[in-house]
T-cell receptor, first 116, second 116 residues
């Protein structure tokens, strides 16, 4: 069965610090997708990135970067020079196909607090 | 535009009430989802509709009844709920089928439901 583990329940940093959120996954599929979502206090889940299993290139988007390593089944997320607005719960998720539809298997989330 | 609109934003209901949650998207997405999220937990999938047909029901109690009247609209009818059903209910949609963005789920802001 698919499984996503986010071992860090809560992280607290001071503004401008770099922070890495860890994500480890388990799957028997050879083709799969990994996702990161951000959930601010308002409640809406905001899509950040999708990575497929054949693309191990790291990606950078502004202050955000993602490190995908199939060898260790990890898909870690780094925020550089964190800001107060980055405070949110971050979920890592893995796609799973069921009944011809795709569903997301979420990790338990990491709550990030960035203090001024 | 990646907007999924959910109404109402907040709902308080008694255990004998009947109410409905509404979700709307105009992105041409053909897959729509209902999730339930309890405090400090990840979203839990309830239902998936694919091309207006129910494709996944995650063994949800019959007091929750989904409906997909057309490709843009998804309803969740609530009847005889219990206090433990109080949660944030999230709707999402995705393009489904083929395409670069086919399995990216875009979420609404949710309905915060309290059952008294």
């Amino acid at each position: 069965a698919q499984k996503v583990t986010q071992a860090q329940t809560e992280i607290s940093v001071v503004e401008k610090e770099d922070v890495t959120l860890d994500c480890v996954y388990e799957t028997r599929d050879t083709t799969y997708y990994l996702f990161w979502y951000k959930q601010p206090p308002s409640g809406e889940l905001v899509f950040l990135i999708r990575r497929n299993s054949f693309d191990e290139q790291n990606e950078i988007s502004g202050r955000y970067s993602w490190n995908f390593q199939k060898s260790t089944s990890s898909f870690n997320f780094t925020i550089t020079a964190s800001q107060v607005v980055d405070s949110a719960v971050y979920f890592c998720a893995l796609s799973e196909t069921q009944g011809g539809s795709e569903k997301l298997v979420f990790g338990k989330g990491t709550k990030l607090t960035v203090n001024p | 535009d990646t907007e999924v609109t959910q109404t109402p934003k907040h709902l308080v209901m008694g255990m004998t009430n009947k109410k409905s949650l509404k979700c709307e998207q105009h992105m041409g997405h053909r897959a729509m989802y209902w999730y339930k999220q309890k405090a400090k937990k990840p979203p839990e999938l309830m239902f998936v509709y694919s091309y207006e047909k129910l494709s996944i029901n995650e063994s949800v109690p019959s007091r929750f009844s989904p409906e997909c009247p057309n490709s843009s609209l998804l309803n969740l009818h609530l009847h005889a709920l219990q206090p433990e059903d109080s949660a944030l209910y999230l709707c999402a949609s995705s393009p489904h089928g083929q395409g670069v963005f086919k399995n990216i789920q875009y979420f609404g802001a949710g309905t915060r439901l309290s059952v008294l």
